[in-house]
């Protein structure tokens, strides 16, 4: 034997967490591709040699059920031992899908942990309540628009800005594209863009917000984000697939940062779209993301320029904002391609705790920013 | 007009990079999707209000070829000004792959970047010769495996090193689950491992490494880096997926580090498998890590355990060792399954410039696990 015999493991509690995966293939194959993963996700080893007793009996992974799904294929409940996420969340992500997601007919739907490894995370620090009270709306979808195109000056981005404030939008993003660029270089671009909100708010009276994006080198997100602060934004916003979803829960931890943060999708979609797919809407921008600590969540939504299903967008809907222990609901941000006609479907489809995001539609509905801006908010109010 | 009217963009050299993408589809289908991506990594904006002049010249990519691939498919070369890359790794890979992502027929095959983009990043601190220089082995593939599995204390996975080391093995990695587990927490497991190795290489006058896994929260990855430095380990192992591929760069170029780096490819499979993935082995496992300054980057290979093609997995090797101006090449650590019976086959296939991985595949070779990593290194020798 190259191993010891039946080793005692310490430390385990006896208590796991869930993960339901869907299954493509028959019965027998999705059956067996379950125990595959039990094995893949925690153990790694060839099953004949898997050490009996404590490892195989509970560090393994252990396939809890498997149902046919009412759609297609089959969804198997595997659990795993709370120990085996170890003590951060990249390793609670690495067990729920680790190689596995190399197998392209392995889909993981949902996950569901018990409290004893929820507290572990402080999740979103505002969340919807929490967002709401920082932009004074509470009757309505909030309305956001992307910054751009790229090219443009600090100025002529602050000039948007300031006029699509004007018209009642609660939050200016940058367009994810806009980082550090010559042509809008990050702290000169920060600044400029907070004083034009400020100055658009003494106006007007709202409290529209602006989120800087600090997508950055893994060693500046921190100083970038304390940049942003200081300069006046409102919102930070940050693309884990560059990142990784722990840079969120960093910046949701910091004590010397209170601002919401909102998750970008950009860079990430192959984990989500298509048929190798390794993971659901609903858990890739909504459960992820409550354990990272984002408030807002960006996605494409179906009917826009990406190919995105009615239900994979419901999806992500629901995973920022079903039940999750004792982690806040937070806002999904609707997008990819939205325009302002579709303002009151989007309101009937997702009600008023979601958020509107109309990009590149607002330069396209009229000659007046502002006045398009104002005709938006009274089209989903 | 919502813009300004052809804005003058400075600071644009004329200097552009170029990507190319992988189009399924009719040519018609593919000439379109070409002009999609280069408004969509760039000025994400309506064609019809795209501000002429610098911006649609010079700022929105450009469709500089689109030819059909002899397999299948087109592919489409588009180049973008080196400017939109910014100042950091996180914003080149933005343009080279962004909400493009979600279009489940596009892939991006290579970058071609010039000098002037190409030496803002150090690349690998080691590559194949450095690596070499550290193991002092020059004449043959270099040989690992993984310490697993998960469940083993601290000294029972130092026990396995040491009897590997003793073998011949070129360098031990911790599993990629190993992270800070209860069962063998990083500060206990690291120190012992490192300690085993050593002992073991003495004995034998090898060299050894150990690479520890250091993937862990963001603001704790150089921490983990420094203590596994200071505890003897000869290597770092981070998974990107989890931390984002700059965090490698961070490492390489933090000079109070000096050990080769590992990249393991956990959880971001689906962004290299199936029909819908955003990325060509060659891209997302040689040319990404070696701008991130990985010196060894581990995938699975054909024939394991997961489904990748004979082309996929030589288009890997390709992307770790095929010129790249002046970063180094770096090892393809080629793992997923493979078997000690497969080491001549393999020494055949990818010639000595390569690192073989056997990991569950030594525990099923025999009961001694010394005398078949010895075999291993005969078998490859």
Known sequence: MTLPVRPHVPNLSGERFRVVYRLAGSEADAAQTARTIANEQTVE????????GDIRDQVMGRVEALDADASDG???????????????????????????SLLTTVRAERIDLPDSLLDRFNGPRFG?????????????????????????????LADLAYRCALGGLDILKDDHGITD?????????????????????????????????????????????YQ?????????????????????RMLADDPDIDLPLLSHPTFGGSNVAGDSASFSHRLYYGQFLRLAGA???????????????????????????????????????????MTLDRGHALRAEYGIEAIFLVGGGLHTAG?????????????VS
Chains 1, 2 share one sequence.
Request: proline share 8%; aromatic share 6%; charged share 20%.
């Open 128 to 156: 919807i309540e929490g967002l709401r009270e920082v932009v004074g709306v509470w009757d309505r979808p909030l309305l956001s628009t992307a910054l751009k195109p790229m090219g443009l000056s600090s100025e002529h």
């Open 295 to 337: 408030d807002v969540s960006v996605y494409a939504n179906t009917g826009g320029r990406f190919p995105v299903s009615v239900a994979d967008s419901h999806g992500a809907a629901a995973g920022c904002r079903e039940p999750m222990g004792s982690l806040k609901p937070i806002f999904p941000m609707i997008g990819g391609g």
């Open 74 to 100: 089959w969804l198997a409940t595997i659990s795993y031992a709370v120990e085996t996420a170890g003590s951060d969340l990249p390793q609670l992500l690495n067990v729920v899908m680790g190689l596995t």
């Open 367 to 379: 000659p007046d920013l502002t006045a398009t801006v104002r005709r938006f908010v009274e089209l």
């Open 45 to 52: 080893f060839p099953d004949a040699v898997v050490p009996d």
């Open 181 to 225: 660029l010559p042509f809008s270089p990050f702290e000169e671009r920060v600044p400029r863009i907070a004083e034009a909100v400020a100055r658009a708010n003494a106006e007007t009276g709202y409290n529209c917000i602006y989120a800087a994006n600090i997508t950055a080198s893994a060693d500046r997100i921190v100083e970038r984000a």
């Open 228 to 248: 942003a602060q200081d300069a006046g934004a409102g919102a930070l916003m940050l693309s884990p697939a560059l990142t990784g979803f722990d840079a969120l």
